[in-house]
């Protein structure tokens, strides 16, 4: 049986991991690591698969916005900055048969034609449904493909 494509949104402050970043890593993938929230782990873990699209969110800046499109690469797996005491998202609590947070492997795709902020978000009935929009601080949240087509249609991508 083929799972449907299902697309997501991936909030990243700019200052710590921007999607120019993504797009100067080898081959324009990276690990998607130190999330800390056990529903978006949940996720990361058992619902994103390969082939999933990506909105890429820059938050906590004066104008957040989404600014690309990434691709899911690779399965949940653990996340190995968990388990580095000198890492900045280092968890005690984790270990080899408890690894407790997991990630994913994303890869740069392109960026917006413009980015669609969220304040032009909050403007579109269409998007009044979205989870970002309901005052999520999820890292990772889930998108309908019509909210998925309707940014990127804004970001001028047809």
């Known amino acids: 049986m083929i799972r449907e494509r299902r697309f997501w949104l991936f909030k990243s402050e700019p ?6 970043d993504l797009k100067a890593r080898p081959n324009g993938t990276e690990h998607w690591d130190g999330v800390r929230n056990f529903q978006a782990r949940n996720l990361l873990r058992d619902e994103i698969k390969p082939g999933d699209g990506v909105l890429f969110y820059h938050s906590n800046i004066p104008e957040p916005a989404i600014v690309g499109i990434a691709e899911v690469v690779s399965e949940g797996y653990p996340d190995w900055t968990a388990l580095d005491p000198s890492a900045e998202h280092f968890d005690p609590r984790a270990g080899g048969d408890n690894p407790v947070w997991y990630m994913v492997d994303v890869r740069y795709v392109r ?3 413009r980015p669609v902020t969220l ?8 998007l009044s ?3 970002l929009l309901k005052r999520s601080r999820l890292s990772v949240q889930p998108v309908t493909q019509h909210e998925w087509e309707y940014i990127l249609r804004l970001g001028g991508i047809d």
């Open 119 to 126: 304040n032009e978000m909050k403007i579109h009935s269409e």
């Open 111 to 113: 960026p917006l034609k």
């Open 129 to 131: 449904g979205m989870v």
């Open 15 to 20: 200052s710590c991991f921007s999607f120019d």
